[in-house]
Nanobody, 124 residues
């Protein structure tokens, strides 16, 4: 069972930047993703990375502002976030699976393993 541990969340002013990290306990991973959720709403896929070929995809609202990447030597996934707004305020979750369909890369059903989440708050 892969264990995922997120870090890097916190409070930031609008327009600011933040980098989230997700450390994985195993290397048998085919895809990883970041999701976010606010109370009362469904978990939303933010960005996904397929490790075999480096394919990445983003939800429209973060394109050009967020970048997903991975350090293979550290087995750690990152989400670099910039130009943050209050609409980005949410609990952010890391997810992974060792077999990944390309059909729905930002759907919760694609991922079997989840971290506990890290809170991001964007406020002045």
């Amino acid at each position: 069972q892969v264990q995922l541990v997120e870090s890097g969340g916190g409070s930031v002013q609008p327009g600011g930047s933040l980098r989230l990290s997700c450390a994985a306990s195993e290397y048998n991973i085919a895809c990883m993703a970041w999701f976010r959720q606010v109370p009362g709403k469904e978990r939303e896929g933010v960005a996904a990375l397929y490790l075999a070929d480096g394919y990445t995809t983003y939800t429209d609202s973060v394109k050009g502002r967020f970048t997903i990447s991975r350090d293979n030597t550290k087995n750690t996934l990152y989400l670099q976030m910039s130009s943050l707004s209050s609409e980005d305020t949410a609990m952010y979750f890391c997810a992974s699976n060792n077999y990944c369909s390309r059909t729905f890369p930002l759907d919760v059903s694609t991922y079997a393993h989840w971290g506990q989440g890290t809170q991001v708050t964007v406020s002045s």
